[in-house]
T-cell receptor, first 111, second 111 residues
Framework: EPEVTQTPSHQVTQMGQEVILRCVPI?????FYWYRQILGQKVEFLVS????????KSEIFDDQFSVERPDGSNFTLKIRSTKLEDSAMYFC?????????FGPGTRLLVL | QKEVEQDPGPLSVPEGAIVSLNCTYS??????FMWYRQYSRKGPELLMY????GNKEDGRFTAQVDKSSKYISLFIRDSQPSDSATYLC???????????FGKGTRLHILP
């Protein structure tokens, strides 16, 4: 069964550093999303992406965040200057019409 | 009032029992309702998906949506220890829209 994959599975970085989280969507999916889950809290929407542009973004998704699909397959989330409060599990999700399928996540720890 | 409310549990039941999980919501624009299962430190796994009001059955799982009461439920029959996980209710207003999650209910099935 096709799956969403994410790399890396874990990332430790220093505050102020840039990180790039990568996702390989399910091949025929057209809609892409990033969510995050801070430890012990609910899964929160960050951004949705369709037809090579952002469809919607949340208040969390400020100027420090960006997304792109550089090569038509990978879907990336970049955090330009990480803060301590960016420590969380980041999930990529991809969808075709009504359902979204989640990847295993990248655990980001900002020190 | 929170957009989606879900009792975090934990809920412990003996193996073989029927489990009932539920959520309430406040946004009447929600049309698509999902249940995801999440194991510790893993991504959410889609279990059930329902559009609008009604029931949907898949094996041991039954999802119910009552839009008039803004109440959704997931029933698990003949529960197994492998069903032990966190169950997230989730919903969206449109087919490709962002998903709003409940906080999740931790379920333990006791052998």
């Amino acid at each position: 069964e096709p799956e969403v994959t994410q790399t890396p599975s874990h990332q430790v970085t220093q505050m102020g550093q840039e990180v790039i989280l990568r996702c390989v969507p399910i091949s025929n999916h057209l809609y892409f999303y990033w969510y995050r889950q801070i430890l012990g809290q609910k899964v929160e929407f960050l951004v949705s992406f369709y037809n090579n542009e952002i469809s919607e973004k949340s208040e969390i998704f400020d100027d420090q965040f960006s997304v792109e699909r550089p090569d038509g397959s990978n879907f990336t989330l970049k955090i330009r200057s990480t803060k301590l409060e960016d420590s969380a599990m980041y999930f990529c999700a991809t969808g075709q019409q009504e359902t979204q399928y989640f990847g295993p996540g990248t655990r980001l720890l900002v020190l | 009032q929170k957009e989606v409310e879900q009792d975090p549990g934990p809920l412990s039941v003996p193996e073989g029992a029927i489990v009932s999980l539920n959520c309430t919501y406040s946004n009447s624009a929600f049309q698509y309702f999902m249940w995801y299962r999440q194991y510790s430190r893993k991504g959410p796994e889609l279990l059930m998906y329902t559009y609008s009001s009604g029931n949907k059955e898949d094996g041991r799982f039954t999802a119910q949506v009552d839009k008039s009461s803004k109440y959704i439920s997931l029933f698990i029959r003949d529960s197994q220890p492998s069903d032990s996980a966190t169950y997230l209710c989730a919903m969206s207003a449109d087919r490709d829209d962002k998903i709003i999650f409940g906080k999740g209910t931790r379920l333990h099935i006791l052998p």
